[in-house]
């Protein structure tokens, strides 16, 4: 590793012609000088475009360039960037947020203290700046002593895309999937892990990046419940394809239930249920081996079963038949239990 390698920071872009000045600000800011930012524009409609091509003329390790090829979206621009990379390290960069002024040093030097390492991951920090005033008060998320490939299989990303730094040949293996609308920071931490890399996390340090983070926030996804349903079980096929060519280990499969039992609750109450419930039972006979159904009847036995019984009997009804047609068999090949009541659907009380 050379005294000074070169860090690559990406970023897509797509309307942000007031938030991309404060993020390339605390680029700009950095105690480390060896980066290049490489932008990529989605088509913006507002002046992100002009904004960033002013930074440009004034600092030369900045680029921008324009999406060039289909589908439009941040995974097709982040690879595009990539792609057109030089640095020793990468760093994936969302277009609002900011860097502590030591991040790229401090990253740096644990590298050159790891140099082993696939990648490794750092502190990232909410904040909330929509009165004026920036609120620092909340982690992205919690460290636990839970395996971390199974936190993001039920879509509990234990790190924020920022959150890493990348060697360049490693992050070249895993390509953003294009298209994907949704649950980004979950399918790449999911392909990533899944290949078993060398990684270490750095959570006992300070924050090293903070990301905006706002209850109207433009980054916050749009569309009517159903349609973020559907997609959202689109998305988790995709990356259950992904798990079943690595591995068959039934703990990684139940966290696929569990993530189709919360997607239900939260989007079952929507005035279209009956689209929701043929959608939703038609991907989930899909996706899972029946043996894995079994674990979705155990959830609901132990949570509100309020929401599915009013708006989702016909699902219920589906799953209950499937599992009693094939009980015998499921139970003596997956769980060797021998008390099928144990997986029988509460209907009357919860």
């Known amino acids: 590793m050379q005294n000074n390698p070169l860090i690559s920071i990406i970023i897509p872009l797509f309307n942000r012609e007031e938030l991309i000045k404060d993020t390339l600000n605390s680029l700009l800011n950095q105690t480390y000088n060896r980066w290049e930012c490489v932008i990529v524009d989605d088509g913006s409609t507002d002046l992100s475009f002009d904004v960033v091509k002013n930074f440009c003329h004034k600092d030369s390790r900045i680029r921008l360039l324009k999406r060039d090829r289909l589908p439009k979206g941040a995974p097709t621009c982040r690879n595009i960037a990539l792609e057109k990379s030089k640095g020793d390290y990468i760093i994936f960069l ?55 490939l199974l936190r993001f299989l039920r879509f509990d990303a234990v790190w924020q895309t920022a959150g890493p730094i990348y060697k360049r040949e490693f992050a070249l293996k895993f390509p953003f999937t294009e298209g994907l609308p949704f649950l980004q920071d979950a399918d790449l931490g999911i392909k990533m892990l899944l290949s078993k890399p060398a990684y270490k996390k750095c959570f006992d340090e300070a924050p090293d990046l903070y990301i905006r983070w706002e209850n109207e926030s433009i980054s916050r996804v749009k569309g009517s419940s159903s349609d973020r349903f559907i997609k959202n079980l689109e998305v988790i096929y995709k990356i259950q394809q992904q798990v079943q060519k690595n591995t068959y280990k039934f703990n990684y499969q139940k966290q696929f239930v569990y993530t189709y039992y919360k997607l239900s609750k ?57 599992l009693r047609n094939n009980l015998d068999i499921i139970i003596h090949r997956v769980f060797h239990i021998s008390k099928p009541t144990l997986f029988k659907i509460p209907y009357k009380n919860e």
Request: proline share 2%; glycine share 2%; with cysteine.
């Open 94 to 148: 969302d277009s609002d947020d900011l860097l502590a002024a030591n991040c790229l040093e401090n990253r740096i030097l644990r590298y050159k203290e790891n140099l082993d390492l696939d990648f490794i991951v750092f502190k990232s920090l909410l904040f909330n700046d929509s009165k004026n005033k920036m609120a620092f008060n909340k982690l992205w998320n919690i460290s636990t002593e839970e395996d971390d």
């Open 266 to 322: 939260e989007s079952f109450n929507h005035k279209n249920t009956t689209k929701l419930c043929l959608t939703s039972i038609n991907y989930l006979l899909k996706i899972f081996p029946l043996g894995y159904l079994l674990y979705l009847p155990l959830l609901i036995s132990q949570g509100s079963l309020l929401i599915l019984r009013k708006t989702n009997k016909g699902l219920l009804a589906k799953i209950r038949v499937q």
